[in-house]
């Protein structure tokens, strides 16, 4: 057997398991999304129903926004977390890193616990401050799991940035915020976008917290779960599926199309 | 600009002393080698007249009349060039020349002015606008040189600007550097493990040893009259000749040697290129090794002192191993190293 040939065939298991699992059920989805009785008019139908329209953009909103705040949160932490070493530090980011073990009903859960009708909020100001089925509570709690994500991207990235290049900028006169503005973050750049990309999409999708707590509230996930089991528009929850994924996509591509031009900037 | 440091002495916090209290002058335009093996403190001491490293109290960095000790690197106005160049990969190269300048908040033509100057002085101008990445190694220790310079700080640091490059490059590049500090005219500091390129550079070297300046000299007062065995040891690999010293003779496993002087309370050094193959010399040695380096032959000796000694062998053919040979001295290139109080 020729050794090309023998390559190829290394390829036949990726191919199937593609195949089987991943472009069958995809073109399944597209296919049903037309079955409908508006056919492949129903793309047409949920841009022009405010229901939809609306809980897309919630949910792009929500989820660029957890994004912005994670990576702000996290790479701070991760910049003095990577830098420093002090006593509790191990316990910290045991800490920050915890709810990477926590399945999103618990996180919800959680934050049930601090700001629901018997939360802890409540109870200190007289069940005045109720915030967990709110935009707020899924915004904490999506925060929340998208941290260690985030942190433990930036602490790797904080560890290959060369210190000679800090010291470098500040020998030339630079002060620390110049310093973090030119030096720190373009180093940081790649790391951050990929970052930010994760954070992204596990917002986009999340749904255990949302199942928790969006009672009141549509994201696109639960809007999606509404249609499949309440109405069994199997159609519908199909091409908004399909919008969910596209959507999202979309917006890895741009990120990432952003992080090659910077990776390249970057050596 | 003058550099004095006053006492100057730096302890780790886990207790290890890296560079023991030192007393150290650099006139200005003078270009300084800190010389020694790794660990022996040099660079501790580049990074704290750098101010990236604090000093123990009682230290005093001093440029010209200008107190610096309490002053952070980013106000000291001092030119740092790193091993690694450290240059900023999100910018060009004009970028990195004009970031020291658009610190200062210079007005935008002096900027371009004064990066077309330092481009000039660097024969850097087919390379202005390229990416760093797309520099050699030679290219970006110009274009490190330069940005250092550019904004014309009061002392220049070099931290091994020469080690990042490869042997074949080295040599070359270690004469352009050598050039163009002198072309800068400005007061320079450069920590090396090479001797080679420490008496290149340098009017003056500094051998540091295990946290101290040993001795401070012209390269040729050093390589002629080292004062400890370390400075005889390091710059030019003298080797030590062990034996009992009486008066002016040295009696030695292979024979006597006579002493350019009287050898008393001293240890005898000697240089590979002083030992010379002669057939009526006062010692006897047997080759134990023998490697042909183009202009010489690298014969390894013994039978005089307790390990090997080197000699180097400019003749067409050499001994072959095994074989015993007579060996001569000159006295005059003897080096005598006084051990009465003298540090190891």
Request: aromatic share 8%.
């Amino acid at each position: 057997m020729r050794s090309s040939t023998f390559v190829r065939l290394c390829l036949l298991p990726l191919f199937v398991f593609t195949s089987a699992f991943l472009a069958l059920p995809l073109a399944r989805l597209i296919l049903s999304s037309g079955s409908g009785e508006a056919g492949w008019g129903i793309y047409q139908q949920i841009l022009t129903t405010p229901r939809y329209t609306t809980a897309l953009v919630q949910t792009v909103l929500l989820s660029l926004a957890v994004t912005a705040a994670a990576l702000a949160i996290s790479t701070t932490a991760g910049l003095f977390l990577a830098r420093n070493r002090f006593r509790g530090r191990g316990f910290i980011l045991s800490v920050l890193t915890l709810p990477l073990a926590f399945p999103g009903v618990v996180i919800g859960f959680l934050i049930i616990l601090l700001g629901g009708r018997q939360g802890l909020f409540a109870q200190l100001t007289d069940g005045k401050v109720v915030f967990a089925y709110s935009m707020l509570g899924l915004f904490l709690g999506y925060i929340y799991f998208s941290i260690p994500r985030v942190l433990l991207t930036v602490m790797a990235a904080t560890e290959k940035l060369d210190p000679n290049l800090e010291e470098a900028a500040r020998s030339l006169g630079a002060s620390s915020a110049q310093v973090v503005r030119d030096v720190i973050l373009p180093g940081l750049a790649p790391s951050l976008v990929a970052a930010g990309a994760i954070a992204f999409a596990t917002a986009m999708g999340a749904f255990g917290t949302a199942f928790t707590l969006a009672t009141n509230i549509d994201v696109l996930p639960m809007v999606i779960y509404t249609e499949f089991t309440l109405s069994a528009n199997i159609a519908m929850a199909s091409a908004l599926s399909i919008i969910l994924g596209f959507v999202t996509w979309l917006l890895l591509v741009f990120a990432r199309g952003f992080s090659g031009s910077s990776a390249a900037a970057g050596g | 600009m003058t550099l004095t440091l006053t006492s100057v002495s730096k302890t780790y916090p886990d207790g290890t002393v890296a560079l023991k209290p030192t007393d150290f002058h650099v006139a200005p335009g003078e270009i300084v080698s800190l010389l020694g093996p790794s660990g022996c403190g040099k660079t501790t001491l580049l990074r704290i007249v750098a101010g990236l490293e604090t000093p123990n109290p009682g230290s005093q960095v001093k440029f010209g009349d200008d107190d610096v000790t309490e002053l952070p690197v980013e106000r000291r106005k001092v030119g740092m060039v790193f091993q690694s160049y450290a240059l900023f990969p999100n910018m060009s190269v004009r970028g990195n020349i004009a970031y020291g300048l658009k610190m200062q908040k210079l007005p935008a033509a002096e900027i371009d002015q004064r990066v077309a100057e330092v481009v000039r002085l660097c024969k850097l101008e087919p390379y202005v606008d390229r990416r760093i990445t797309a520099l050699s190694g030679g290219q970006r220790q110009r274009v490190a040189l330069a940005r250092a310079f550019a904004p014309r700080p009061r002392i220049l640091l070099l931290d091994e600007p020469l080690s990042a490059l490869d042997a074949a490059l080295r040599d070359t590049l270690r004469d352009e550097l050598a050039g163009l500090l002198r072309k800068f005219g400005i007061t320079a500091l450069f920590v090396t493990h090479d001797q080679d390129e420490a008496m290149a550079i340098a009017d003056k070297v500094a051998v540091m040893s295990h946290g101290t300046v040993v001795q401070v000299g012209p390269p040729e007062e050093l390589y002629r009259n080292p004062r400890t065995r370390f400075v005889a040891g390091f710059v030019g690999h003298a080797v030590h000749l062990e034996g009992q010293v009486a008066g002016t003779t040295l009696r030695t496993q292979g024979g006597m040697l006579t002493l350019p002087r009287d050898g008393e309370n001293c240890e005898v050094f000697v240089r590979a290129e002083d030992v010379a193959i002669t057939p009526n010399g006062a010692l006897k040695a047997r080759v134990e090794s023998s490697v042909f380096l183009g202009t010489h032959y690298r014969l390894g000796l013994s039978g005089i002192t307790a390990g090997i000694l080197y000699s180097n062998h400019a003749g067409l053919a050499a001994p072959a191993r095994g074989t015993d040979v007579r060996i001569s001295i000159d006295p005059s290139k003897l080096l005598l190293i006084d051990q009465s109080g003298a540090t190891p």
